[in-house]
């Protein structure tokens, strides 16, 4: 592809590879005259901006020149030292002159560029060459066999390589060797060449065509061989490029031949030495691999013959080709389109004419318009083989299940003619070991089912006390009695407060006992009191009658006694005597009244314990209610076994107390919820640490979603390492669920599912597949699950069972094949509920009358329609379910089944000539096939059940193949389809009414709100797209209704519903999204995936129309 254009009839050289930006000198030829027969000459250099789009090349320097030019060459020297910035141009003259040009004073515009000259040759300089290993080591060519060797740093005294070469010839080419610095070659229009050694100062072998035809008009050496070289033949009857291999000098090595006349130059690109270009005078530039002869790239050139051709050593997909037409164009090897040029010309045509006024209108001409027939855009193929520089020498890339694929090109000698094989290597690559070896522990113990000693030594290797805490709760759950064992991790060891009572109770009696000491000693005081003479003496002052002691003290001990044994029955109208009136009269409630009054509780409860359970309960509630103390509450939850009041309501600092509490007392059937509760309301405190205490909670609760959430706020999940941690404990309750419900599952929520995804995308990056296959979760068809599943499958060599690939799609298939793939030949269909299928494919209307029907324009739809099914009741096409996705998941395609053969007894459909009213058949008849459980849906209010009629429609009719044992059912065709050949006549059959229980009041605000949002989008929505979309979403809300009417959602989806539908009253629908956020990441996912994701969709539509 050409890139640019100079319209010059000039010798060409590239800047150096070490000049930025690229340059490209040109030099007036000699003996070459243009158009306008100029005499003057000029040295010019050119910038090359391949950013420019446009043929033309930027002039950056231009110097008035006495000569004329054989050869022009741009060497580096002095770049390094700043001395000559762009390197030297070194120039031959026609008159034997060679000169030394400075580029950078040249591109900078000064008149004094010339660094030296010397005329030493006696005729002009054809030939110039600058040494690739020493920059200031230059060779020329000339007349009479004078070749002469220049330091341009002593330019004035040139050496020669040895004695000239008999007979004396013209020079036409020189070259330094490109391995070895000492070794030139020279060669000559004789067809001789000449390799010369400076160390030894002479030539040291001469190579030439035995058929002396082989006139040499260019020479290269081989850039990595440093033994091979090329020679160039000018003669139209030897139009070839020969290879030499100097170990092998009696003759060529190879041949080139496809030039149909003389090739005049060639350059061999130092970037890749399998390329190789030459030029001749048929007109042709090929780009050949010299060590096979093939020929890789044909420039499209012009009709001129190119003289002078050679690679930019910056750029290798880069050269310039100079031509007799007065033209140097600058190509690229990689390919592309020649419209520019084309472009260029037309421009051209244009531009020469102007926008004059020529006929004196005061108006311009508008730009002038060729037509030009239609040229199909000309496209040149880049080489056939990619080029060295683009080449990777070396590959690696990762595979799925940890692969490294690598590969390495392997150097081939150029003399080697066999091939060589070329290897990939594929090895297994682990990057996490600690990772993998974690891993696989977890899975020894799953499969030996040592649950205890892998949670014991979890336990063990804990750094933190959180840690141990969560595997101690996990462990306990494989022993026995597993709730005490909890209260014993929570402190609350039975044996120990037993001996705390025991001594609590011991140094109580010591106190009492010293209390009935102090007692004894101070009556025996006062009785030594009493006998003494003072108080005999106030005795006998108050009593009047003095009796004697002994006798007085029998007297007190037989009054004493006859008050013990007399019962004395209190009626008076004190409290005593009402509640003695009460007990005498059964009335236990009024006693136990008087009782609670006079603040006489023990009395009270003693009473009402005679009184029944009843009275109890009652008198327990106001005792409760009267007495306040720092244990009333949890002795009252105690009593009245009300553990979910403590749970809500207990200062979250004793959450210990209050799961020992639970642990104690709760029945079986409320211990996980109180658990969960618990939990929640540590989870949602502001303090990090109640938030860590939170995952103990579900542990207990067994709720591994719950988990799974907590522990992921709680710690960084984005390691590997911290992912198998969180993996670990929700495996290890997984199994302790398992072995107390005694049921197995693989299901996952969400946000378990997404963390099992990653899990063994991690494990799969490791080679570890089948252990990742038994990570995914069974209960979701995502999509990238399916993907995933089905990945590991193949990479094991398997294919997964009853695999449909979500992402292939089937090809739609015209009339009555579309129906029949449905169901092979021999297979009958199962009923299928209609509510699935209405809630993801939409109902399709009935053609007009008139319209007959000769096959399902869309089969899907056709097959797949609620309302509209072909063929008898008991044979119906089943219908395709789509794949349940997650919540933001795309809808997945499902696969259908290949078209298969059709079986020789097939019988053709019967035409049928009355509507389908009625696709189910009879509701009766459907009914005593049905399973009990099946409840036909209920259409919501303006969709009746049954479709209008509309005569005179015919319909295909899809019959099944006939089976041995079909039953009667499946004999009968729906309402007014024919049976055999005999046309029935029409029958309307009224639909069934079906009624549902109505939506609890509490409830109803929900349908009202989420109706109403959905009737705003319809009005405000534009897009038929998007009214279909919440059309869909009105209908499949039902599935929301229905659980509503049943009341079979949890109170914690119940309660974020209602606070979506305040948020949605306040137009607020961003709040709304992140509360079903909430509610997702939360829940169940198979309790709520029927009616979130459409709510989502419903939510979304509201706050982009900004109703």
Known sequence: MKLKEIDRTAMQAWSPAQQHPIYLATGTSAQQLDATFSTNAALEIFELDLTDTTLDMKSCGTFSSSHRYHKLVWGPHGMSSEEHPSGVLIAGGENGNVILYDAAKIIAGDSDVVIAQNDKHSGPVRALDVNSFQANLVVSGGNESEIYIWDLNNFDSPMTPGPKSQPLEDISCVAWNRQVQHILASASPSGRASVWDLRKNEPIIKVSDHSNRMHCSGLAWNPEVATQLVLASEDDRMPVIQMWDLRFASSPLKVLENHTRGVLAIAWSLADPELLLSCGKDNRILCWNPNSGEVLYELPTSTQWCFDIQWCPRNPAVLSAAAFDGHISVYSIMGGSCDGQRQKQADQLTSSFGNLDPFGTGQTLPPLQLRQPAVQQSTVMPLKKPPKWIRRPVGASFAFGGKLVTFGNVTVQPQQQQLVPHHVYVSQVVTETDFLERSNQLQSAVQAGNFFNFCQSKVDASQTEFERNIWSFLKINFEIDPRNKYLELLGYKKEELVKKIAAALEKDATVDGKAEEAVCETEQAVERVEGSPIAEEQTQGETEHPVDEDGGDADLKEQASEVKETLNISISGDVDGLITQALLTGDFEGAVDLCLHDNRMADAIILAIAGGQELLTKTQEKYFAKTQSKITRLITAVVTKDWKEIVQSCDLQNWREALAAVLTYARPDEFAALCGDLGTRLERDGDLNLQAQACLCYICAGDVEKLVACWTKAQDGNSPLSLQDLVEKVVILRKA??????????????????????????????????????????????????????????????????????????????????????????????????????????????????????????????????????GQPSARQQYPQRPQNGWNDPPSLSRVPKKKKLPDHYAPPVPITAPIMNPLGDPQAQQSSLPPTFQPQQHPAGQPGLQPSFPGIQQPLLQPALQPSAPKLSAEGPPGAPIGDVIQPFQSIPAEKITKKPIPDEHLVLKTTFEGLIQKCMNAATDPQTRRKLDDANKRLEFLYDKLRDQTLSPTIVNGLHNIARSIETRNYMEGLNMHTHIVGNSNFSETSAFMPVLKVVLTQANKLGV
């Open 737 to 870: 669920v398992e072995m107390s419900q005694g049921v197995s599952s693989n299901a996952a929520g969400a946000l378990l599912a997404e963390k099992m995804i990653h899990y063994a995308s991690l494990l799969a990056a490791q080679g570890s597949l089948s252990t990742a296959m038994a990570y995914l979760p069974s209960n979701t068809d995502q999509t990238n699950i399916v993907h995933l599943r089905d990945r590991l499958y193949r990479a094991q060599g398997e294919q997964a069972p009853g695999a449909q690939v979500p992402y292939e799609r089937q090809q739609a298939t015209k009339g009555r094949a579309s129906a029949k793939q449905a169901h092979p030949a021999g297979q009958m269909p199962q009923h299928q509920p209609q509510a699935q299928t209405q809630q993801y494919y939409p109902q399709v209307e009935p053609p007009p009358p008139g319209f007959i029907m000769q096959g399902p324009a869309n089969p899907v739809a056709a097959s797949a329609a609620p309302g509209y099914m072909y």
